[in-house]
């Protein structure tokens, strides 16, 4: 079943993250249009994969060329990537109870697997307005939340392609991507938070097929 999520109160933060500041109608009504994306996924929290809810294979092509900025403003592109046999992009955001509940267990993933050519990346959803530029009070609360989860790898604003190419795709956050070396799609798109052991399986699979394909 498909969910539209809007923000509201009382949506079960880990410990330790603070509630909900309250933003403008404009945030708020974008959170809800951002979480209808990718591949015919259902809502925010249930843990089922593009396959499941609609049949489909279609790929993520836009993360082999993009152009975006960092929660500090900084220019990224495909090229972070190239260091990494896997990367996991999780897009999340701010008023999305699951995505924060599993933040912490993914920030203890991203320490432990730095060695293993893993990485993981986030992209907060709610960080941009409908006109594809960044909204300074959400984007200063994404930051405290990656800090007080301990989820402090890259964090990246939904600008350029990931605005125009990725967003009006998905269904729902928390939605996961795996891309390779050259940011190619890697399996299916996977829909709703997981346990941390539920993650290193999926991550140790795919590790082991990316390793072995580069052999």
């Given at each position: 079943?498909?969910?539209?999520?809007?923000?509201?109160?009382?949506?079960?933060?880990?410990?330790?993250?603070?509630?909900?500041?309250?933003?403008?109608?404009?945030?708020?009504?974008?959170?809800?249009?951002?979480?209808?994306?990718?591949?015919?996924?259902?809502?925010?929290?249930?843990?089922?994969?593009?396959?499941?809810?609609?049949?489909?294979?279609?790929?993520?092509?836009?993360?082999?060329?993009?152009?975006?900025?960092?929660?500090?403003?900084?220019?990224?592109?495909e090229s972070l990537f190239a260091d990494?046999?896997?990367?996991?992009?999780?897009?999340?955001?701010?008023?999305?109870?699951?995505?924060l509940q599993e933040m912490p267990d993914?920030?203890?993933?991203?320490?432990?697997?730095?060695?293993?050519?893993?990485?993981?990346?986030?992209?907060?959803?709610?960080?941009?307005?409908?006109?594809?530029?960044?909204?300074?009070?959400?984007?200063?609360?994404?930051?405290?939340?990656?800090e007080e989860t301990g989820a402090d790898?890259?964090?990246?604003?939904?600008?350029?392609?990931?605005?125009?190419?990725?967003?009006?795709?998905?269904?729902?956050?928390?939605?996961?991507?795996?891309?390779?070396?050259?940011?190619?799609?890697?399996?299916?798109?996977?829909?709703?938070?997981?346990?941390?052991?539920?993650?290193?399986?999926?991550?140790?699979?795919?590790?082991?097929?990316?390793?072995?394909?580069?052999?």
């Amino acid at each position: 079943r498909m969910t539209v999520f809007r923000k509201k109160p009382g949506n079960g933060r880990p410990a330790g993250v603070r509630k909900d500041r309250g933003r403008g109608t404009e945030a708020a009504v974008f959170a809800a249009v951002a979480c209808a994306v990718l591949l015919g996924m259902s809502g925010c929290g249930q843990s089922k994969t593009a396959a499941e809810e609609s049949g489909g294979s279609r790929q993520v092509m836009v993360f082999e060329d993009f152009t975006a900025q960092d929660l500090d403003g900084n220019e990224v592109d495909e090229s972070l990537f190239a260091d990494y046999d896997l990367t996991m992009i999780n897009l999340w955001g701010t008023f999305c109870g699951p995505c924060l509940q599993e933040m912490p267990d993914l920030g203890e993933i991203a320490d432990e697997y730095k060695d293993k050519g893993f990485q993981i990346v986030g992209i907060c959803t709610d960080a941009v307005g409908n006109d594809g530029t960044s909204l300074p009070d959400v984007v200063s609360e994404a930051k405290e939340i990656a800090e007080e989860t301990g989820a402090d790898y890259l964090h990246i604003l939904p600008t350029g392609e990931i605005f125009t190419d990725l967003l009006p795709r998905v269904s729902g956050v928390p939605t996961t991507i795996f891309v390779d070396r050259e940011g190619k799609q890697v399996g299916l798109a996977d829909m709703g938070a997981k346990s941390k052991d539920g993650w290193l399986k999926v991550i140790d699979e795919k590790l082991a097929q990316v390793q072995q394909e580069a052999k």
